[in-house]
C-alpha cells in the first residue's frame, strides 16, 4: 500500500487547510486510517483516526472541534478538515494506514505510512 499526502501549506492563525491522502496499491488491505503530525524536536503524536466505514473516529484533545477526519473508500482517500488553526498546529503531518478494524491510536498500530505534508500557522 502506498499513501500519498497532500494539501499542506503556510496558514494565518484561525485559518484552514484540508488535507487529503490518496492510498494505492492493495487498499484492500487497508482497514482504519489515521493521521499524526510531528512538531521539530517532538515525537510523531496522533492526532485523528477513522474506521473503514467512518463510523468511528478518534481524536486527539488538543484538536477536537477544529479538526474533523473523514474518508472516501470509492476514492481511496482519507481527508482531515482543519478550521481554526493555531501556531501549535505547526508540524509535519503523515497518514497512516492500518489492517485493524479497530482505530489504533499508538504509532505501532499502523503499517503503513505516507511521506508527510508540511503545515505551518504563523502570521
Known amino acids: 500500500v502506498q499513501l500519498q499526502a497532500s494539501g499542506g501549506g503556510l496558514v494565518e492563525p484561525g485559518g484552514s487547510l484540508r488535507l487529503s491522502c490518496a492510498a494505492s496499491?492493495?487498499?484492500?488491505?487497508?482497514?482504519?486510517m489515521g493521521w499524526f503530525r510531528q512538531a521539530p524536536g517532538k515525537e510523531r503524536a496522533f492526532v485523528a483516526g477513522i474506521s473503514r466505514s467512518g463510523g468511528t473516529t478518534y481524536y486527539a484533545n488538543s484538536v477536537k472541534g477544529r479538526f474533523t477526519i473523514t474518508r472516501d473508500n470509492d476514492k481511496n482517500t482519507l481527508y482531515m478538515q482543519m478550521n481554526d488553526l493555531k501556531p501549535e498546529d505547526t508540524a509535519v503531518y503523515y497518514c497512516?494506514?492500518?489492517?485493524?478494524?479497530?482505530?489504533?491510536?499508538?504509532?505501532?498500530?499502523?503499517?503503513?505510512w505516507g511521506q508527510g505534508t508540511q503545515v505551518t500557522v504563523s502570521s
Open positions: 497512516a494506514a492500518s489492517g485493524s478494524y479497530a482505530v489504533p491510536r499508538t504509532k505501532p498500530g499502523y503499517d503503513y
Open positions: 496499491g492493495r487498499t484492500d488491505n487497508v482497514y482504519a
